[in-house]
């Protein structure tokens, strides 16, 4: 059988889980692949720390370009993150004329264009089916299995810290701190848990999403970004109230021509399947103008799912060359070039959708008609409101879902409604996806 060497930088938790993988399974793969997996080494700063994967000593390298710059070695597998130096590794392994399996989401939705275009001018591969949603194959169902059709919208829970998090808060009544709390706790959140809540995990997620989806290459700076900190258990309770779950998407949809490219904490109908994805798994909800709606669930993230995902590249890639085929399915400009429509990002202040607004207000006569008032004049209209026993202090919380309403709109009367002397609070603005099944 025919050998392919492959070299391992990072063994944190999904390094140590394609070492785990590549034993356990080791028969299954090589006779899916017909060749030999060899690790050639595996680097890491730091070897005196205890792990959960035991590694013999004569494979523990200190510095990746011992592997880069090893002739013998096929394909590069970087499990480090985004940090100083692991773009340019990244470049150097492919202009070494490696083939490089990531999962570094954060790194390829701000440094994309360069790795993709390092990619191609030395004739390489890049593969990172683990940057999105862990164990679940979802790049490979854009470019393989829906690659017949065109994209009109993908909605994702790709972040199961936040999945986690929402579902303690609605089904236990936890307030959005206790949660976190008990998610840290549980090693399910970060002990700086900022870029999961506030979004950017999700974020950098959907920007690999929209590339392999729709051939955009939207920057991460430009996709609306808001996360989960600011809900509290009243929000989850009243959207229940009113048939719907609160769930941080990540939503690539086209609407007149342009693509709708945002994060944020969404109420959608209590009974589609994205509302039962519940505690840290992750789902992704794709719809094809051919296929139609189709639903991808599963882990999202950790040591085996996340393994899973990375060795499955590293076998396409090692299946390619065994057979002596170049791998160039993948390549960059396939899918950077793929957008035929020439779609361009569609303004966040176009954005049209019901919307939710939840706002603590003075319990006494009148306030209800300021309100609606303003929403008349930013032609909104309103069609349910809930409003509570007043709670202490005579403060009361308003909750209105208005029909749909242009964000622009919907924007201005949330400031005009945050000057009110009635209005205790700034009011909680939340989107609502009305399409999902
Ligand atoms: N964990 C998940 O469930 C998951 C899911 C999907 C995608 N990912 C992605 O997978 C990648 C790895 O995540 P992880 O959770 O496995 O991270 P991790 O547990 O922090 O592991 C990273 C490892 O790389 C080491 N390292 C840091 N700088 C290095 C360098 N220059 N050369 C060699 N090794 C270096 C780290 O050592 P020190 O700890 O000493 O710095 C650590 O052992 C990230 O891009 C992440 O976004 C992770």
Not at 33 to 58: C, N, Q, T, Y
Not at 70 to 82: A, R, S, T, Y
Not at 274 to 283: E, I, K, M, P
Request: with cysteine.
């Amino acid at each position: 059988m025919k050998e392919i060497k492959i070299g391992l930088i990072g063994f944190g938790t999904v390094g140590q889980g394609v070492v785990k993988v590549l034993r356990e399974n080791k028969k299954e793969i090589e006779a899916r692949i017909g060749a030999r997996l060899v690790l050639a080494g595996v680097a890491d700063k730091d070897w005196r720390r205890k792990r959960r994967v035991s590694l013999e000593k004569k494979l523990r390298l200190s510095d990746g370009y011992l592997l880069i710059e090893d002739p013998g070695v096929k394909i590069i597998i970087e499990l480090v993150g985004d940090f100083p130096g692991v773009k340019q590794m990244l470049v150097d392994a492919l202009r070494a004329g490696k083939y490089v399996v990531t999962a570094n989401k954060a790194l390829l939705s701000r440094h994309g264009d360069e790795v993709f275009a390092a990619a191609k001018e030395s004739n390489s591969e890049i593969y990172f089916e683990a940057s999105v949603a862990g164990g679940i194959p979802i790049l490979r169902v854009l470019r393989e299995g829906l690659a017949a059709n065109k994209i009109k919208a993908i909605y994702g829970i790709v972040n199961g810290t936040c999945n986690y998090i929402l579902t303690r808060m609605d089904e236990s009544g936890l307030e959005y701190g206790q949660a976190l709390k008990e998610a840290q706790e549980k090693g399910y959140a970060e002990a700086n848990p900022a870029a999961d809540v506030e979004g950017v995990d999700a974020a950098h997620k959907l920007s690999i999403l929209l590339r392999l989806g729709f051939g955009v290459g939207i920057p991460f700076e430009k996709i609306f970004r808001k996360g989960i900190s600011r809900l509290s258990h009243l929000d989850l309770q009243a959207a229940k109230e009113l048939g719907y779950r609160v769930k941080l998407l990540a939503i690539a949809r086209v609407t007149d021509g342009r693509i709708e490219a945002r994060v944020h904490p969404t109420l959608i109908p209590q009974d589609s399947l994205l509302a039962s994805v519940r505690g840290v798994n992750n789902a992704v909800y794709v719809n094809g103008n051919f296929a139609g709606p189709t639903l991808y669930y599963g882990r999202g993230a950790g040591m085996d799912a996340t393994a899973s995902a990375v060795m499955s590249d590293v076998m396409e890639l090692a299946r390619n060359i065994a057979q002596g085929r170049p791998p160039g399915r993948l390549r960059p400009e396939g899918y950077v070039a793929l957008n035929p429509h020439g779609l361009k990002l569609q303004p966040m202040e176009n954005l049209v959708s019901p919307y939710y607004l939840r706002v603590w207000v003075k319990d006494q006569p009148g306030v209800l008609a300021q309100i609606a008032g303003i929403l008349a004049r930013c032609r909104i209209s309103i069609n349910s409101v809930i409003q509570h026993e007043a709670h202490d202090q005579d403060a009361v919380p308003l909750v209105i879902i208005t029909h749909k309403a242009i964000e622009k709109n919907i924007q201005k009367a949330v400031r005009d409604i945050n000057r009110l002397k009635i209005v205790l609070n700034p009011v909680q603005l939340l989107r609502i996806e009305t399409e999902l099944s």
